[in-house]
């Protein structure tokens, strides 16, 4: 069976990624209401009763808001580690000891037949964390809500069939946007998110890589300072700048706030 990966939801109004092997599924987050994640995954053909897992990549609310009912409802265990789980633990209501687990940044654990590496990544939260995940020579990487790129990260997500990476704004609108000048230091700074164009360099460096990236999914793309058709734009004019061509040296496509992604089936 193929490795699958779907988004179900990235934005800053809700996240949260489905990846499925042949043992059982997983969810990274769930930063929607657990109905909306039932019918995301029902959408999809998927059946939320068969998800043996969810990592939390970090406590904010995008990313936790449905994980207390997902875990009451359908006995489902909830992965962080302790530093996550401290932030979130009285935001989701009680949940049954036996479906708390913690793993350690930077240690790869296994669930199922599925490997998994948290990694630290730089974002405003207590002990922020991207994902890769291994089956079958199959690699899957999400990174998303971190401030820079550096070379622990890069090192992290080299070489993956599929990259989920965050391309959250475009600098000039978030400039001249409404969020007051605060919230824009954030967004921009190094523990806020990635902008179009800094995706892009991130995208080119990868692919040029000698161990390249295979398909990439630009995520968690800001409402106010973003919109789908500029972010590729921007990340397709990097990339041509560099040489590099969309649906030839890699593939580029997006997910979206408030509907579910193309369904990816990954296999060597």
Known sequence: MAFTFCSLASGSSGNCQYLASEKGSLLVDAGLSGKKITQAMESIGEDIKRVCGILVTHEHNDHIKGIGILSRRFNIPIYANNN?????????????????????????????????????????????????????????????????VDDRVKEEIKGSDLLLLESNHDVEMLKMGRYPWYLKKRVMGDYGHLSNETAGEIIAEMVSHKVPIGKVLLGHLSQENNFPELAFETVK????????????????????????????????
């Open 84 to 148: 996550t789980w401290t932030g979130m633990r009285d935001k989701i209501g009680k949940v049954d000891e036996e479906n708390i687990r913690f793993f350690q940044t930077g240690e790869t654990f296994h669930i199922e037949d599925i490997q998994i590496k948290p990694y630290l990544i730089s974002h405003d939260a207590k002990e922020p964390v991207g994902f890769s995940f291994y089956h079958d020579d199959v690699k899957v990487s999400i990174a998303t809500d971190l401030g820079v």
């Open 237 to 268: 004019n990097v990339l041509n700048s560099k040489k590099i061509k969309i649906g030839l040296d890699v593939c580029v496509d997006l997910t979206y706030r408030d509907r579910v992604s193309q369904v990816y089936s990954l296999c060597k």
